[in-house]
């Protein structure tokens, strides 16, 4: 699967593309180094710069950009809201960049079938503040939802806080339209029914797809009433695993919980150190506790009240789990976690970016091995020279204890020989989780890191998901360089 | 120091900014909603200043152009601690320096340079009374608003001295004429002597917001001094409700860069006016997109702006947008004006200082 391009191939389809686009074709260097890089780590100076970059507002559009790509044999590498932490945004092999947030508009808004209709470059808080004017809600909201479109969650099949209760962007996604390697549009799903039983289930393979098969531009979503009330609640656990039991447990109890997130330690010992530093106290944290387990409810208040008691009731009697007291340290990681109610970089530790980066390993891992990921994780964290930040357990598959799991460090950026230990490190996680049954990756994607590696998870189907990429793009102009090749693991 | 030892004082800002690409400031910058590429939002442009900083790019025209889009409203500064502004003014200024800058600023700059005003004056300059106020070119080419609002200062028993003023030169330091600007600043220094370090009223939010912190002068925006005063017993009688329905748009300068959000919500509530408030208001309000110098370079861009935020005010059903800042009233007004022609619905744009000319009949 090879990208031949040349200089020439880039100026001629710069003239077919300025035809329709006018200025929203650029060439420009400016504009080029805005779309050099994505949130994933790479050396602090690193810009690598697509040949073009278009703002198509239709997928009529979209279809005149795949067909002059698909002649002169150019990649189309679709950009969201650039906050991705897997590079799957970066053109490392050139070619026109394709700036999605140009389509941007609600098409339809179906309160009787409870789905909305959108370009798919519309942000997550966008969608959600015009849902909000008539009381509706699409609860997929990533912690990077004030710049994360909804094309770059269908595209990377990423995390959301609301998992637990509403799932992942798969359990929303109706219908989607998609402009192919082949540079056609194709409509894929069932349009507003939420399941299907009939052909291939194309539509669940784009999920994740990192815009290999093509660039998906409208999307139908579920979406739901807006709760009238929330509550949220921590607890404090012996073990990582124990507090998925316990989430388990209160789950069986016939009892329904809207988010459930699990940190280890040293998570927790940022949250009292925030605690300690806002209110100039110590919070009453036993030296036993191992975890720390955030629910949130959200519904009548009645109905809030009585299943925030009884789910409490159930971790103290069973699982001797102590409730955090201190109400404004659990008020606090909400509106940072959910609210965003922070200002970037203030913070002063852990470092908030300035010196260092943030990076991750997101395994996947069955529910019982939370503890090994953990201990796996210092060990690893250790031999790469990478300080850990924390372990967090997304809950992301609707009414059941799962483990979508961030094992974040700080990435010195310093050097591309840093970078490389990250990747290094990534690279063992990775081989860890397959060894454990779970996947390399539970919410970033392949992106330009995994690539190749990742046959070590699929094995034989790896070569069918070659096949499938090339019935969907023959000339492999679709974001080469992704999924099937890294730039960090040769 | 040169401008691009200027630029790396802000090394550590704009690499954090690179690494981390939250993008917290960038889909309701007013620009950026309407060009759509990242570059015109600030997180966009702190890669252009990376690669200004690391010599990836060259000084041009379109980055001249491009930083020229920028309202310098602040919005981005407001969700985010990393020194946003002072970077964009100081890509500004090397625009500047090296020649690329336009036109127009140019020629602005050096009218106020030579002249000590942008506007035409067309008011008396002088006035005695008790309280010196410092007017502004805006206001003083406007002299029939200008009237009204010391009638208004009169009506409440507050008495401004006007003497002689010179324009304050912000425009001079957001379009990156830093030393055009400390000449600027000289002569306007000179002229505040005569209020002897005595507190002075202003009336336009920008002339506020650079007299206090670009001088360090005592000053105080004369809303604040209206709002004090509508609290007395004998001034409240002398109010007529106006019973409006109406929202009120915060000025950039008033409201996220003084903190003035809610007296002058408070003024409109005793004039009998019921407030709607639009989605993005007080610190995340969103700029009219008559700032920065946008409108002399590119007017179509500021309508469209402009468009948007009347656009903010109908989705919330007010009858009128009410303001504190002189050119957020024109640049609004303008684009409601034109909005008809697309939507069929007038909704007038008032300024506050209007609304208690009318209420004030006591």
Not at chain 1, 248 to 267: K, P, Q
Not at chain 2, 95 to 124: C, S, W, Y
Request: glycine share 8%.
């Amino acid at each position: 699967m090879k990208t031949s391009m040349g200089q020439n191939s880039i100026a001629e389809a710069f003239k077919d593309l300025e035809q329709f686009l006018g200025d929203r074709v650029t060439q420009s260097p400016i504009h080029r180094m805005v779309y050099s890089r994505d949130w994933s780590p790479r050396e602090k100076n690193a810009a690598t710069f697509p040949d073009l970059v278009v703002i198509p507002k239709t997928t009529d559009e979209m279809v005149r950009i795949a067909e002059i790509a698909y002649q002169y044999e150019v990649p189309i590498v679709p950009y969201g809201g650039g906050t991705g932490m897997g590079g799957g945004a970066v053109a490392w092999k050139g070619g026109i960049l394709v700036e999605t947030k140009g389509m941007n508009q609600v098409i339809e808004i179906d309160e009787k079938n409870m789905t909305v209709t959108v370009q798919t470059g519309m942000t997550i808080y966008e969608l959600n503040e015009i849902l909000a004017r008539k009381g509706l809600w699409f609860p997929h909201e990533p912690e990077s939802k004030r710049s994360c479109t909804v094309g770059a969650c269908i595209g990377n099949n990423n995390d959301s806080p609301f998992g637990l209760r509403y799932g992942k962007i798969r359990d929303y996604l109706t219908n989607a339209v998609m402009v192919t390697g082949r540079a056609e549009a194709v409509r894929l799903g069932q349009r507003k029914a939420l399941f299907s039983s009939t052909g291939y289930r194309l539509i669940d393979l784009i999920i994740g797809s990192e815009g290999t098969l093509g660039v998906v531009t409208e999307a139908t979503l579920r979406i739901f009433l807006l709760p009238k009330t929330r509550q949220v609640r921590a607890y404090l656990f012996r073990s990582l695993n124990e507090a998925a039991e316990g989430l388990e447990r209160v789950l069986s109890a016939g009892l329904t919980v809207e988010s459930a997130h699990i940190h280890c330690r040293n998570r927790l010992r940022f949250y009292c150190h925030a605690y300690r530093q806002k209110f100039e106290r110590e919070p009453n944290v036993p030296e036993w506790a191992e975890a720390i387990l955030f629910l949130s409810f959200s519904g009548d208040e009645k109905i809030v009240a009585f299943t925030m008691d009884r789910a409490t009731q159930i971790l103290i009697e069973e699982y001797h789990s102590k409730p955090v007291g201190e109400t404004e340290m659990v008020q606090d990681y909400w509106a940072s976690k959910h609210l965003l109610e922070y200002i970037p970089f203030k913070q002063k530790w852990p470092d908030s970016q300035r010196q260092k980066k943030f990076g991750a390993a997101d395994l996947g891992l069955p529910i019982g091995q939370l503890d090994e990921g953990y201990r796996y994780y210092i060990e690893m964290a250790k031999k790469w020279d990478q300080s850990i930040l924390g372990l967090t357990v997304y809950n992301s598959s609707p009414n059941k204890a799962s483990a979508s799991i961030s094992f974040a460090v700080f990435v010195d950026d310093s050097s591309e020989e840093s970078i490389r230990r990250f990747y290094q490190y990534v690279r063992e996680m990775s081989e860890k989780a397959i060894a454990l049954e779970g996947t390399m990756s539970s919410y970033i994607g392949d992106g330009d890191r995994l690539g190749g590696f990742n046959q070590l998870e699929h094995g034989l189907s790896f070569e069918y998901m070659r096949r499938i990429k090339e019935a969907f793009d023959p000339k492999n102009i679709m974001n080469p360089g992704k999924k099937f090749e890294s730039l960090w693991m040769k | 120091m040169n401008t691009n030892e200027k630029l790396s004082v802000y090394r550590d800002d704009i690499y954090t900014c690179n690494r981390a690409r939250c993008g917290f400031c960038r889909e309701e910058c007013p620009v950026y909603r309407i060009k759509r590429y990242e570059t015109f939002s600030c997180r966009g442009k702190m890669l252009v200043a990376r690669g200004l900083m690391e010599g990836r790019l060259n000084p041009s025209k379109e980055m001249a152009e491009m930083l020229e889009r920028c309202l310098l409203c602040g919005y981005c500064q407001a969700r985010c601690s990393l020194k946003n502004m002072d970077i964009i003014i100081a890509m500004r200024e090397h625009m500047g320096l090296e020649g690329l800058t336009a036109k127009v600023h140019r020629e602005n700059v050096e009218k106020i340079v030579k002249e000590g005003r942008l506007f035409d004056r067309q008011v008396p300059e002088r006035q005695e009374g008790e309280i010196p106020i410092y007017i502004g070119c805006l206001y003083q080419a406007r002299p029939k608003e200008l009237s009204a609002t010391l009638s208004v200062l009169e009506r409440l028993n507050i008495h401004p001295k006007i003497g002689e003023e010179s324009c304050c030169g912000y425009i001079a330091e957001a379009t990156g004429f830093s030393q055009e600007f400390e000449r600027v600043k000289n002569r306007c220094m000179e002229s505040f002597k005569q209020h002897n370090d005595d507190l002075t009223l202003t009336l336009c939010p920008t002339c506020t917001i650079t007299l206090k912190e670009k001088y360090g002068l005592p000053v105080q925006h004369a809303i604040i001094r209206v709002h004090q005063k509508l609290k007395e017993p004998d001034i409240a009688k002398k109010l007529k409700p106006l019973n409006l329905r109406a929202t009120y748009h915060d000025p950039c300068h008033l409201g996220r860069m003084l903190g003035i959000f809610e007296e002058p919500r408070e003024i409109l509530h005793r004039l009998g006016v019921e407030i709607v408030e639009m989605e993005h208001n007080r610190c995340f309000s969103t700029c009219c997109g008559g700032g920065g110098g946008l409108r002399a370079v590119d007017e179509g861009l500021s309508i469209e702006i402009a468009k948007n935020r009347v656009r903010d005010a109908l989705t919330v059903g007010a009858e009128m947008i009410v303001t504190t800042c002189p050119t957020c009233e024109s640049t609004l007004l303008r684009a409601s004006g034109r909005l008809i022609n697309e939507i069929d619905i007038f909704i007038d744009v008032r300024n506050l200082w209007d609304l208690l000319d009318k209420s004030l009949v006591g």
